[in-house]
């Protein structure tokens, strides 16, 4: 299997604890995984990207139209990222927003990319837990069917890889994204 995703966000949304829990679940299933992360602004709300490559690649760096999915946290961060994204990919959207500009919709449709819109955000807050909108994302993913990437796999690198005290009210929120349907 070969697989490479982009997660885009913006700092403090768990961008990069999303993009550890993709990267140890693909190594925790035999699969060779390497990752890069990008966040030099990140502390001040800046852009935070972070590469996923799954299979037998020597960089971790990927390039344009190559991602096989972008998930992204933020709106905002969808546009930047696009270019990433290559035909016939999939995108997750963080939004609460129930279709895209038009533009954007049939270029995505022209180009065979999957789009979900989810609104991770609702989600979380729904939940009590607004800072946990990355499990919500990563949630809805998961029942995606992509590689390694099961509800039960992820379930089981959040119990490991997020602190004790706020594992349950994270498997809460990544479970209702696992269950999400657009309004």
């Not at 995984?33 to 690649?57: I, P």
């Not at 509800?151 to 999400?180: D, H, P, W």
């Amino acid at each position: 299997m070969r697989l490479e995703i982009v997660c885009a966000g913006i700092g403090g949304r768990g961008v990069l604890l999303a993009s550890t829990i993709l990267l140890e679940v693909a190594a925790e299933a035999g699969y060779r995984a390497v990752a890069s992360d990008e966040y030099g602004m990140s502390q001040r709300g800046g852009s935070v990207v972070s590469l996923v490559k799954v299979g037998d690649f020597e960089s971790p760096l990927i390039g344009r139209e190559k991602a096989d999915i972008l998930l992204s946290f933020e709106e905002s961060e969808f546009y930047r990222n696009l270019a990433f994204l290559k035909r016939g990919g999939a995108v997750l959207v963080n939004t609460g927003r129930k279709t895209l500009d038009e533009p954007v919709a049939h270029l995505l449709k022209d180009r065979g990319v999957a789009c979900y819109l989810v609104d991770a955000d609702g989600i979380a807050a729904e939940k009590g837990m607004m800072q946990a909108s990355n499990m919500a994302l990563i949630g809805f993913f998961s029942r995606l069917g992509v590689g390694p990437y099961t509800a039960e796999n992820m379930e089981s690198m959040i119990k490991r890889r997020v602190k004790a005290k706020l594992v349950e009210k994270n498997l809460e929120v990544f479970r209702a994204g696992y269950g999400y349907e657009k309004g």
